[in-house]
C-alpha cells in the first residue's frame, strides 16, 4: 500500500484477494457461533461483489500496467 491516505488503485485486487482468504480461513477455523459465521460470510459475498467489478473496466489494468509494473508482473505471473 502506498504511504497516502487512500490506497492505490493498484493493490485493490491484491487488498480483496487477501480480505477473502482471510475471512473464508477463519469460516474454516473458527470455532465462533452460527451467527458470526453468517455474518463474515455476508462479508465475503460483499467483497466478491466489488471484486467482480474491477472485471468490467480495462482500467485496473492499465493502471497497474503503467504505474505499478512490479506488482502488476509479480501478481499475474503468481496466478
Known amino acids: 500500500m502506498s ?6 488503485l493498484s493493490s485493490a485486487i491484491p487488498i480483496y484477494n487477501y ?4 475471512l473464508e480461513e477463519y469460516c474454516d477455523s473458527c470455532d465462533s457461533s ?5 455474518a ?4 465475503i459475498k460483499k467483497l466478491e461483489t466489488y471484486y467482480a ?5 480495462t482500467m485496473y489494468t492499465v493502471v497497474t ?11 499475474f505471473s503468481s496466478i
Open 65 to 75: 500496467g503503467k504505474i505499478n509494473f512490479k506488482l502488476y508482473l509479480f501478481y
Open 3 to 8: 504511504s497516502a491516505k487512500y490506497p492505490m
Open 19 to 22: 480480505l477473502i482468504d482471510e
Open 34 to 38: 452460527d451467527d458470526i459465521v453468517t
Open 40 to 43: 463474515v460470510k455476508a462479508g
Open 53 to 57: 467489478k474491477t472485471d468490467e473496466t
